[in-house]
């Protein structure tokens, strides 16, 4: 992999961490800023919302410009929406604060994974998508616990200072380790952009990445009262337990980018399946201290860790432009909202085992969104070498 995968994956790191700060800091943020705990969690949802709507919005106007200057543009915009969140006055501010950053963050990961696909060979993709997510698996498993814990010892607002120092430092790794290219192709036609929701084979693809990562965050958001109100698990143990799933998303994750080009549809088809299996164990025997964390690694093994293989078969049947990938990060984070609120319902309705339950459905959903593709290759009698070869996307997603 070229030295720009590996630096796009720290501006990824930055990213990621500063979505997920809000999440462990509830407690200080509130009292910071003189609200409840739940409008503190709205900052989660302002920031799923600025990416999904946001996002494509301005990525529409970054790639008129070259992708280097575009990925440094949008380093600036989130450099000063981290800013404005160490700084807020109240709670105003941090909410718009929030959008801002979660606009430049979508729009970030929809030029860099269009650049990493022009890096590399178009048989690399998958494995150079791999690379630069690394920086989300990452976040997970270092950001969040690094942010949390400043945040605890020096308050929460230093806690965004510290995203704001990783965003400079990926910003000055961009514009020494990432090379000169021209602007993306298209350059921002949007009729051009626009034509890829004509395109049936595009739709069943983004339905398949909401319905994977909605199957894995309705577990994941709930994890916390799950292992201590059901498997009985001390509170000072889940940190622990979750530094586990974040480590076996970093391993899913190089092992499915070293799969996702040559097997995309299979790779997609076999995590779907076994984290269903790893879901219904989880609901079944979740009061089962043993069985409980074998599950739920394996939920952090084959979840967000199908996200190399999901942008593969976007760009492979529509296009690797950046409108395209930051379009499907938009339906990724409908995923975790889908997932999130709907176990949040589920638990309300009830109890605590339904998130796993709501889970499992939504990955026999995903299951059948494969079922006309995988039909038809079968039908086909040259399926595995079109498996095997990369071809130009515009005759992929012809």
């Not at 990824?12 to 609200?35: K, N, R």
């Not at 109240?90 to 909410?95: E, K, P, S």
């Not at 879901?279 to 964390?293: D, S």
Request: glycine share 10%.
């Amino acid at each position: 992999m070229p030295l720009a995968i590996y630096v796009l994956a720290v501006g990824v790191f930055a990213m990621v961490t500063s979505e997920f700060v809000v999440a462990g800091l509830m407690p200080q943020m509130a009292e910071g800023l003189d609200v409840t705990i739940p409008q503190i969690g709205y900052l989660i949802t302002a920031f799923a919302v600025a990416m999904a709507v946001g996002g494509p919005v301005l990525t529409m106007t970054v790639v008129k410009l070259p992708q280097k200057k575009a990925l440094m543009l949008l380093f600036g915009i989130f450099l000063l929406g981290n800013a404005a969140a160490a700084t807020a006055v109240d709670y105003t501010v941090m909410l718009l604060a929030r959008l801002v950053t979660g606009t430049a963050s979508a729009a970030f990961f929809g030029v860099a994974l269009s650049l990493c696909a022009e890096l590399v060979r178009p048989e690399q993709r998958g494995r150079a998508a791999s690379v630069a997510l690394n920086g989300l698996m990452l976040g997970t498993l270092l950001g969040l616990p690094m942010a949390t814990l400043v945040g605890e010892h020096l308050g929460w607002r230093a806690a965004f200072w510290v995203i704001t120092g990783l965003t400079v430092l990926a910003a000055a790794a961009t514009a020494v380790g990432v090379p000169t290219l021209g602007r993306a192709e298209s350059g921002g036609d949007l009729r051009q952009e626009l034509a890829v929701f004509r395109n049936r084979r595009f739709w069943l693809a983004v339905s398949t990445s909401t319905l994977i990562i909605g199957a894995t965050f309705s577990a994941f958001s709930y994890f916390n009262p799950i292992l201590t109100e059901i498997t009985g698990f001390a509170t000072g143990t889940v940190p622990l337990l979750l530094v586990a799933y974040g480590a076996a998303t970093v391993v899913g994750n190089m092992v499915v980018g070293r799969l996702a080009d040559r097997y995309t549809l299979p790779v997609l088809a076999t995590g779907l399946a076994l984290n269903l299996v790893f879901l219904t164990g989880f609901a079944l025997l979740a009061e089962l201290p043993l069985p409980a964390v074998v599950f739920m690694l394996g939920i952090g093994l084959v979840g967000v860790t199908m996200n190399p293989a999901m942008i593969t078969r976007v760009q492979r049947v529509a296009n690797a432009r950046p409108f395209v990938n930051t379009v499907h990060a938009s339906f990724i984070t409908l995923g975790v909202v889908i997932g999130s609120s709907g176990g949040g319902l589920a638990i309300d309705a009830w109890g605590l085992r339904s998130p796993l339950w709501l889970g499992a459905a939504l990955a026999v959903l995903g299951l059948l969104t494969l079922v006309p593709e995988l039909a038809k290759r079968r039908r086909t009698a040259d399926a595995p070498a079109q498996d095997r070869l990369s071809v130009p996307d515009a005759t992929i997603g012809a």
